[in-house]
């Protein structure tokens, strides 16, 4: 089940995606990209009338992103001016070509110029537009300019173009010897960003506004974390005072789960927000203590990321004590929610998350209220509790999200309800709670021009849909959508290990399927790597599948163990139902009948239907073994129904050819005409199982149908049928290895 807790990070620097760098000592000043600019604008003017509805609109989108955006070569403008209007790139070549090949007063004349778009009674632009604020900058900026700097900027505009056209002589010549390489798409190539000076302020806050959501919302449109950290730098080296890039280095070092660089960089945001005097500034005497607490409050979020505990319970200490001091509510609330977490790894912390939505209800903070409500429902949903309740819950968060329009939160919601209707074993209604996140739309893609689509809550409901499909036989469409996770969530993301980990499972199921147990054995060391308890229970399974009984029953003994410490039930039931199975393959089935009561007890009490319809399965066949198939029948009737309406395929193979077994050994009691009836019935139930194993691929449970079918014709003097059988089994008998059991007593 999905963390609800990721987003409970302190972010001072995002609001509604928009990053407030207010500390920031370099101001605008003219360079030759920007004459650049201010030449497209002007060409802009005098082309406006001529130009269509349509170029007109591709002109202005692309406008905002040059204004805001770095510098950039001049060929590289060009190609994206051509993109929206090739008349228009070719008047703004001519007239660069024009002013860095004649003389500075041609320079000086244009800037003269600038100053004519406001004037009139309906100037061309207003003062106050985005284009007029700009137009006014680069005018006021020159205009400070002393005599020799205007000419040191006149050469640096002649050098802009001559490096432009000896850029395009080299890419003519490679063109002609075929040397060309293919560029990449859009006018923003990653190795172009880079500065070789410093940035204004407004391309600065552009660059890490752009970033930061790109980091939140989709992390694989975002700059590399090398080549993010390198520009960083690059901004730090000019300005080591601005805060905001400190935060984003900090961002930028948890994707890499590097703890000493996110550690300094958060602690260097914080110094640099006292030291520049800016939350004071907006908060008063107060914001010196601000900072302090919410410092202390990140360092113990940023410990708990990394599971360091102890550190983590230290720093929040330190920031409930200076917000008690301080008086500030909403401080403690979160450090309220952070002590629920850390407190959840050492016991159960129901009360303490009640207080917590009672809290943030009262201070008016429904982000956190609806966090302490979906993590209640989670704990919930462990503990046991109705879904038709948690589902009541989870119906109150919505309605505070909706209210606010908290997007995220409401992808979290949908991916709860995801993962709790799988673990009820309600495959079905999990299905359609994840088509019904993914059918959605973000509510903050009008931000920075992108879809809230990678984040954490579509990677699980994308898993689990994977994990849905595989269950069910259709394998190709699990791999379409395992390729699609990993183009989403490549393998140096943060949510990487989520399909990294179900892909190990989906290719452990198929391996032993196929009786393939030295492939399965070989991914057991992969899924061990992403998740400790998987593995343990994985090599158990290869080891009785290859009848190595005792290393098996120690290993499984030593998981109950560790799964009853950490309350993981889930996982306790099925090591019970595997320790269960190994007594039966070694032909201890009373031994394995308390066993199987005590998982059918715990999957009963906790609601997890799809194991208790398992457990009710091998209850069955223990009672077929020992003699009672009426009784086996009678209670596979209580299972057979939740199986088929919601089970994997290949529990659906193992309910009718159970169901066959107790149909034949019912039989055996019964008149001729009686007993020839019961055996119709079981060859059609084994018909429908060979369909269920032969969707799943599973060889060796293919074998068991065919021999118990080729007897069964036998006794049923189908000679023909029989044969056919015969033949089937014998090729698979010979593809497979022996198994240790008896064919005809085999259970799935």
């Not at 700097?149 to 850029?167: A, G, R």
Request: aromatic share 8%; glycine share 4%.
């Amino acid at each position: 089940m999905a963390s609800v807790h990721e987003s409970l990070y302190f972010n001072p620097m995002m609001t509604n995606g928009v990053v407030h760098a207010n500390v920031f000592g370099i101001k605008d000043w003219v360079t030759p990209y920007k004459i650049a600019l201010l030449v497209l604008i002007g060409e802009l003017g005098r082309a406006g009338p001529h130009l269509s509805l349509l170029e007109q609109r591709r002109l202005n989108r692309l406008l905002l992103p040059l204004l805001q955006g770095p510098d950039m070569t001049l060929s590289r403008l060009i190609k994206a001016i051509e993109e929206c209007c090739p008349h228009l790139a070719s008047s703004v070549q001519i007239r660069i070509k024009l002013m860095a090949g004649g003389e500075l007063k041609d320079m000086e004349q244009f800037f003269d110029d600038l100053s004519e778009a406001f004037s009139g009674t309906e100037p061309e632009v207003h003062k106050t537009s985005v284009i007029g604020l700009f137009l006014r900058h680069m005018n006021l900026a020159y205009n400070k300019l002393s005599f020799s700097q205007v000419y040191k900027l006149y050469t640096h505009l002649q050098q802009y173009f001559q490096n432009d056209k000896k850029s395009d002589d080299m890419e003519l010549t490679q063109e002609l010897e075929g040397k060309m390489e293919k560029e990449a798409d859009g006018p923003f190539r990653e190795e172009e960003i880079s500065c070789t000076g410093p940035l204004s302020q407004k391309q600065a806050e552009y660059f890490l506004s752009q970033q930061a959501s790109l980091l939140k919302n989709d992390e694989t449109k975002a700059l590399s974390p090398a080549c993010l950290q390198k520009e960083l730098n690059n901004l730090l080296k000019f300005n080591p005072d601005f805060a905001e890039a400190h935060y984003l280095s900090y961002l930028n070092s948890l994707r890499v789960q590097d703890v000493f660089s996110s550690t300094h960089s958060l602690l260097h945001y914080f110094d640099r927000l006292i030291l520049t005097g800016a939350e004071s500034k907006s908060n008063g005497d107060e914001g010196y203590g601000r900072s302090l607490r919410y410092a202390a409050l990140n360092l113990a979020a940023l410990h708990c990321r990394f599971g360091h505990y102890q550190q983590a319970e230290l720093a929040l200490q330190e920031a409930i004590r200076i917000a008690q001091e301080s008086n500030d509510h909403v401080c403690l609330q979160h450090c309220l929610s952070w002590l629920y977490i850390l407190e959840q790894k050492k016991s159960d912390s129901c009360v303490l998350l009640e207080h917590s939505v009672k809290k943030a209800v009262q201070f008016g903070l429904p982000y956190l209220a609806s966090l302490g409500i979906q993590s209640l429902v989670q704990q919930r949903a462990f503990a046991g509790k109705s879904a038709n309740k948690l589902m009541d819950a989870l119906k109150d968060s919505d309605l505070l999200h909706w209210k606010h329009s908290l997007s995220e939160l409401i992808d979290i919601s949908i991916a709860q309800k995801t993962a709790i209707w799988r673990l009820y074993g309600r495959s079905t209604m999990a299905g359609q709670q994840a088509q019904m996140l993914l059918s959605m739309n973000s509510l903050e893609a009008v931000n920075v021009g992108v879809q809230q689509n990678n984040t954490e809550s579509f990677a699980v409901v994308l898993c689990h849909l994977a994990e849905l499909h595989a269950e069910q036989g259709y394998f190709a469409a699990a791999s379409e959508i395992l390729k699609h996770l990993k183009e989403r969530f490549p393998p140096n993301s943060q949510h990487a290990k989520l399909w990294m980990l179900f892909d190990q499972k989906i290719q452990f199921d198929r391996a032993m399927n196929d009786g393939k147990y030295h492939i399965a054995d070989a991914l057991v060391a992969g899924i061990t790597a992403l998740s400790s308890t998987e593995g343990v229970y994985r090599k158990a399974l290869v080891l009785i599948a290859q009848n190595q009984m005792s290393e098996a029953h120690r290993l499984l003994q030593k998981l109950l163990i560790h799964c009853h410490k950490t309350k993981n039930t889930e996982m306790v039931i099925r090591v019970l139902l595997s320790t269960a199975e190994l007594y039966r393959s070694s032909q201890c089935h009373t031994i394995a009948l308390p066993v199987l009561l005590q998982a059918l007890a715990l999957s009963r009490e906790f609601r997890l239907q799809h194991l208790a319809s398992e457990t009710v399965l091998n209850l069955a066949f223990s009672q077929l073994i020992l003699g009672m198939p009426e009784q086996a029948l009678s209670i596979l009737h209580t299972a057979i129904e939740p199986i088929l309406a919601h089970g994997a395929v290949l529990d659906k193979g193992a309910a009718m050819f159970l169901v066959a077994k107790c149909q034949i050994a019912s039989a055996a009691t019964y008149s001729p005409q009686k007993k020839a009836e019961a055996l119709e019935s079981a060859i059609v139930n084994l018909n429908e199982a060979r369909t269920y194993f032969a969707k799943v691929d599973c060889k060796e449970r293919l074998r068991d149908v065919f021999y118990l079918q080729a007897r069964l014709f036998h006794s049923l003097r189908k000679t023909q049928e029989r044969n056919q059988c015969a033949v089937h089994f014998r090729l698979l008998d010979q593809e497979l290895p022996a198994r240790g059991v008896p064919l005809i007593n085999a259970f799935k």
